[in-house]
């Protein structure tokens, strides 16, 4: 994108590239449901599939809203016409770098109570990512990361997040996702190592 390279693929190839799996959607899905998040953000919309279970659990909740950021203006486009599609007027598609609409959406959005971050797979955006959201962040708030396991660097930023003080619980579920409960109550951090797939 910073090149401003252009790439033609097909959908189908995009969005079994991009987007996560139906196992882990659902889990997705049931989390929103479990934890009745107001303020959502999900960083890396693609063609919005993993949005749209998230969206869903929101409207079935009865309230919340999901803002989800992406990079490419094609990919955006095919998201907004799936939730129109679909329904879903509890997601609204943001186009452009992270580093240039996540400061905006964070301020606008905050406190927020659930964050998924799936873009940008590198392990100093990671951390830059975790320690830009954190003071936007509700008392107790729910973070997902994706891809955890992705690379030695994605691993090493996983670890230092997992070990950080402001973290009260950190659960590591496999290569495919890793949560974060930040909870200001908490006094005793706890970490657990469930791989689910």
Same mark, same amino acid.
């Given at each position: ?11 189908? /190839? ?10 882990? =959607? =659902? ?12 303020? =959502? ?43 129109? /599609? ?14 240039? !609409? ?17 873009? /940008? /797979? $590198?392990?100093?955006? !990671? ?22 396991? &992705? ?6 930023? &996983? ?20 949560? =974060?409960?930040? $909870? ?14």
């Amino acid at each position: 994108m910073r090149a401003s390279v252009e790439v033609t693929d097909t959908l189908g /190839h995009v969005s079994q590239r991009l987007s996560k799996s139906a196992f882990w =959607c =659902c889990l997705l899905f049931k989390l929103i449901r479990a934890q009745h998040p107001n303020s =959502c953000i999900e960083m890396g919309t693609a063609v919005g599939i993993s949005a749209a279970y998230q969206a869903a659990a929101l409207k079935l909740n009865g309230y919340g809203t999901l803002v989800t950021l992406e990079g490419a203006t094609s990919l955006a486009d095919i998201a907004k016409k799936n939730f129109q /599609h679909l329904g879903l007027d509890t997601v609204e598609v943001i186009v452009g770098r992270f580093q240039d !609409t996540l400061p905006g959406v964070l301020t606008d959005r905050q406190p927020v109570d659930y964050a998924f971050i799936d873009g /940008h /797979h $590198d392990e100093q955006a !990671t951390l830059a990512y975790f320690e830009q959201i954190l003071p936007f962040l509700a008392e107790t708030s729910l973070l997902v990361f994706d891809d955890i396991a &992705w690379s030695e660097g994605m691993k090493r930023a &996983w670890k230092t997040i997992a070990q950080d003080r402001r973290v009260g619980v950190a659960v590591d579920l496999g290569p495919g996702l890793g949560l =974060c409960v930040i $909870d200001t109550s908490v006094t005793k951090r706890r970490y657990f190592r469930i791989p689910l797939h």
